[in-house]
Antibody, heavy 121, light 110 residues
């Protein structure tokens, strides 16, 4: 059974940093493209970024609102993908999900349960 | 506000067939595959349809997807109470160089 478990969310002040983790199991993690998607009541679902598998080049792409502030990385030996979030803004407040897959090939086929990030003074 | 446009709500009675629309543009739906997601209350989204009309294993054939030009639709036949959920469409956007989502449609089973 495929499982994704996010962790690392919490309350942080504007300008602060936070690192989210997502541990995967039940599939060959090293072959998976991993995404971060966030959800807010006001803006719905929003793609944050994606890291391809190393076999597919390991390319990392980000959505415009987070480019230059967020960094995605992966450790295939730990079956874990990370989202380092710096210079956080109040508008980054959201429930952050990690997902597997490619939107154009498989869709986002598996989702974790999400971890809540609240940016507030 | 969302790049893809969905009606905020839809409803139907048990056994009925309902459709949810998703409108985009030539840079997203018009040139890329559409996927659909179901989000039950308090849970994470779940993939229902990918590549416009493909169902992952385990998704009932009551759910079907279609696409025409810059619009897509999700149809649910034989509506059940457990289908009450939020439904989202998504597609790659060539102009934004990333996936975009619809604002979601809340389906109520009357």
């Amino acid at each position: 059974e495929v499982q994704l478990a996010e962790s690392g969310g919490g309350l942080v002040k504007p300008g602060g940093s936070l690192r989210l983790s997502c541990a995967g199991s039940g599939f060959t993690f090293s072959n998976a493209w991993m995404n971060w998607v966030r959800q807010t009541p006001g803006k719905g679902l929003e793609w944050v970024g994606r890291i391809k598998s190393k076999a597919d080049g390991g390319t990392i792409d980000y959505a415009a609102p987070v480019k230059g502030r967020f960094t995605i990385s992966r450790d295939d030996s730990k079956n874990t993908v990370y989202l380092q979030m710096n210079s956080l803004k109040t508008e980054d407040t959201a429930l952050y999900y990690c997902t597997t897959g490619s939107i154009t090939i498989t869709g986002f086929d598996y989702w974790g349960q999400g971890t809540l990030v609240t940016v507030s003074s | 506000q969302s790049v893809l446009t969905q009606p905020p709500s839809a409803s139907g009675t048990p056994g009925q067939r309902v459709t949810i629309s998703c409108s985009g543009s030539s840079s997203n739906i018009g040139s890329n595959y559409v996927s659909w997601y179901q989000q039950l209350p308090g849970t994470a989204p779940k993939l229902l349809i990918y590549r416009n009309n493909q169902r992952p294993s385990g998704v009932p054939d009551r759910f079907s997807g279609s696409k025409s030009d810059t619009s897509a639709s999700l149809a649910i036949s034989g509506l059940r109470s457990e289908d009450e959920a939020d439904y989202y469409c998504a597609a790659w956007d060539d102009s934004l160089s990333g996936p975009v989502f619809g604002g979601g449609t809340k389906l109520t089973v009357l």
